[in-house]
């Protein structure tokens, strides 16, 4: 039997609405809920001669190799690299330890939300390197006054920290103003390393990481001392976020013995900055790069001791503690990078959907066989009420013809709906009741017309 045009309209009508729903759903799940993820990402590194800069090309060819453009924007150093985040203008960047909200209160909530910057985590130690040419920096700094000092480019944390120490042993006032004729110069990387080396500088003080150039190339400069703290224990009590480390004898040249004894230096971590508008995929992306980076045994520290969730400036990012607890998000793990995100964002759709259609589905056929119900015995009512009314009276002619378009309505309702199977028997007996009232109308319709009874 063919399907009646209303049906076949109606069930068009449902799997539009259906579509029509899905599509809306993928669109507010892939737009709204879980976008996907941009395709350049910004890194704020440091001076292009700085170790920073040279971590940040690393990462840069990693993340290429995944599809995603990272963009390095050099800087004159860390305080740059914060004010970027903080407008804005980056979205990663590489911060110096000492300079965040917790190390500057390490009573602070780890969990504030007084800063957008999150923590990925920190990827190296940062020592401060004081090298010098024929001065004798025991115990303290206090030698250098009057001497010509390069301190750092103007700005940056690496100038900050430099001050801060030249401040306690009296080297510059509370404003950072020199004192006693010594003359500050702010030039750090290369050149201020070149300025050492060529004796236009006395001293020079660096917070970098001991893979950065101008470290690499003092440690091995003939006539240049590296400074050994006596006070190293004592500073890391005025200042938490800084810590002990040593530099041991010939781990820079062995054949040289450089050093020629074990070195205490005071050292800073550097810290791995997002801002928490990041792309929660891309901020995963970043964590593995800073292990391919960063996990490699150095001077100053061990295998797998970088990248860590420990000793982090800001409040560790949601990403971030996922990933050190539970290592790469599952999928990553075994699909590449885009296909993962995908397949993700895909799931994030199907399972509200599928949690929302079955119960609909299951709910459906019975809403439909209570409405298909409904309306047979709607029809049942109808005829039973217009039966009651024959057997009272006799119907004139408008009337009966009002009652036949009735009938025939009913009829045609039911010829067009699509009842199921196993409401055949209530649709055969309704459509007989509708020709047995259809056949007392016509008898009555055949019955003479009684005379009118006289009045009075």
Request: proline share 7%.
């Given at each position: 039997?063919?399907?009646?045009?209303?049906?076949?309209?109606?069930?068009?009508?449902?799997?539009?609405?259906?579509?029509?729903?899905?599509?809306?759903?993928?669109?507010?799940?892939?737009?709204?809920?879980?976008?996907?993820?941009?395709?350049?990402?910004?890194?704020?590194?440091?001076?292009?001669?700085?170790?920073?800069?040279?971590?940040?090309?690393?990462?840069?060819?990693?993340?290429?190799q995944q599809g995603v453009t990272l963009v390095l924007q050099p800087s004159s150093g860390s305080l740059?690299?914060?004010?970027?985040?903080?407008?804005?203008?980056?979205?990663?960047?590489?911060?110096?330890?000492?300079?965040?909200?917790?190390?500057?209160?390490?009573?602070?909530?780890?969990?504030?939300?007084?800063?957008?910057?999150?923590?990925?985590?920190?990827?190296?130690?940062?020592?401060?390197?004081?090298?010098?040419?024929?001065?004798?920096?025991?115990?303290?700094?206090?030698?250098?006054?009057?001497?010509r000092v390069a301190v750092g480019v103007a700005g940056s944390g690496n100038q900050k920290l430099a001050?801060?120490?030249?401040?306690?042993?009296?080297?510059?006032?509370?404003?950072?103003?020199?004192?006693?004729?010594?003359?500050?110069?702010?030039?750090?990387?290369?050149?201020?390393?070149?300025?050492?080396?060529?004796?236009?500088?006395?001293?020079?003080?660096?917070?970098?990481?001991?893979?950065?150039?101008?470290?690499?190339?003092?440690?091995?400069?003939?006539?240049?001392?590296?400074?050994?703290?006596?006070?190293?224990?004592?500073?890391?009590?005025?200042?938490?976020?800084?810590?002990?480390?040593?530099?041991?004898?010939?781990?820079?040249?062995?054949?040289?013995?450089?050093?020629?004894?074990?070195?205490?230096?005071?050292?800073?971590?550097?810290?791995?900055?997002?801002?928490?508008?990041?792309?929660?995929?891309?901020?995963?992306?970043?964590?593995?790069?800073?292990?391919?980076?960063?996990?490699?045994?150095?001077?100053?520290?061990?295998?797998?001791?970088?990248?860590?969730?420990?000793?982090?400036?800001?409040?560790?990012?949601?990403?971030?503690?996922?990933?050190?607890?539970?290592?790469?998000?599952?999928?990553?793990?075994?699909?590449?990078?885009?296909?993962?995100?995908?397949?993700?964002?895909?799931?994030?759709?199907?399972?509200?959907?599928?949690?929302?259609?079955?119960?609909?589905?299951?709910?459906?056929?019975?809403?439909?066989?209570?409405?298909?119900?409904?309306?047979?015995?709607?029809?049942?009512?109808?005829?039973?009420?217009?039966?009651?009314?024959?057997?009272?009276?006799?119907?004139?002619?408008?009337?009966?013809?009002?009652?036949?378009?009735?009938?025939?309505?009913?009829?045609?309702?039911?010829?067009?709906?699509?009842?199921?199977?196993?409401?055949?028997?209530?649709?055969?007996?309704?459509?007989?009741?509708?020709d047995y009232v259809r056949a007392q109308l016509s008898r009555q319709a055949d019955r003479p017309e009684?005379?009118?009874?006289?009045?009075?």
């Open positions: 039997m063919a399907i009646p045009a209303r049906s076949r309209r109606q069930q068009i009508a449902f799997w539009l609405a259906l579509v029509a729903f899905v599509a809306v759903a993928t669109w507010v799940v892939f737009k709204r809920v879980s976008p996907a993820p941009p395709r350049t990402l910004t890194l704020s590194t440091g001076g292009t001669d700085g170790a920073y800069h040279a971590f940040g090309k690393r990462y840069q060819e990693i993340l290429r740059e690299n914060l004010q970027r985040l903080n407008d804005g203008r980056t979205s990663v960047a590489f911060v110096q330890g000492g300079l965040g909200t917790l190390a500057l209160d390490p009573l602070a909530d780890a969990d504030t939300d007084t800063t957008p910057l999150r923590s990925l985590a920190t990827v190296a130690l940062e020592p401060v390197w004081i090298f010098s040419r024929a001065l004798t920096l025991q115990p303290g700094l206090t030698a250098l006054k009057g001497r001050l801060d120490l030249l401040r306690i042993y009296g080297v510059v006032d509370a404003a950072g103003q020199p004192l006693g004729g010594t003359q500050l110069v702010e030039t750090g990387g290369s050149a201020a390393a070149s300025q050492l080396i060529g004796g236009e500088v006395d001293a020079a003080l660096f917070v970098a990481a001991p893979q950065a150039a101008a470290v690499a190339q003092l440690l091995k400069a003939p006539g240049v001392q590296l400074a050994s703290l006596e006070h190293a224990e004592g500073l890391t009590r005025r200042y938490p976020y800084l810590r002990l480390v040593s530099l041991r004898r010939g781990s820079v040249d062995p054949s040289l013995d450089r050093p020629g004894r074990d070195i205490t230096l005071l050292a800073t971590s550097a810290n791995l900055v997002m801002h928490e508008d990041v792309h929660p995929a891309l901020a995963y992306l970043l964590l593995e790069a800073a292990r391919a980076v960063h996990r490699q045994p150095g001077l100053l520290n061990r295998t797998d001791d970088f990248p860590s969730a420990t000793g982090t400036d800001f409040p560790l990012a949601e990403e971030a503690d996922r990933y050190f607890k539970n290592g790469r998000p599952f999928l990553q793990r075994y699909l590449p990078f885009w296909v993962a995100n995908f397949v993700q964002r895909l799931i994030l759709l199907l399972v509200p959907l599928v949690a929302v259609l079955v119960p609909l589905f299951r709910i459906l056929p019975p809403l439909l066989q209570w409405r298909q119900s409904s309306r047979l015995f709607r029809h049942y009512g109808e005829l039973k009420f217009l039966e009651a009314d024959m057997a009272t009276r006799t119907l004139d002619a408008a009337e009966r013809d009002r009652a036949r378009a009735q009938l025939d309505r009913i009829a045609q309702d039911v010829m067009s709906t699509p009842f199921p199977l196993d409401f055949s028997d209530r649709v055969y007996t309704l459509r007989q009741h509708v009684e005379p009118p009874r006289p009045q009075g």
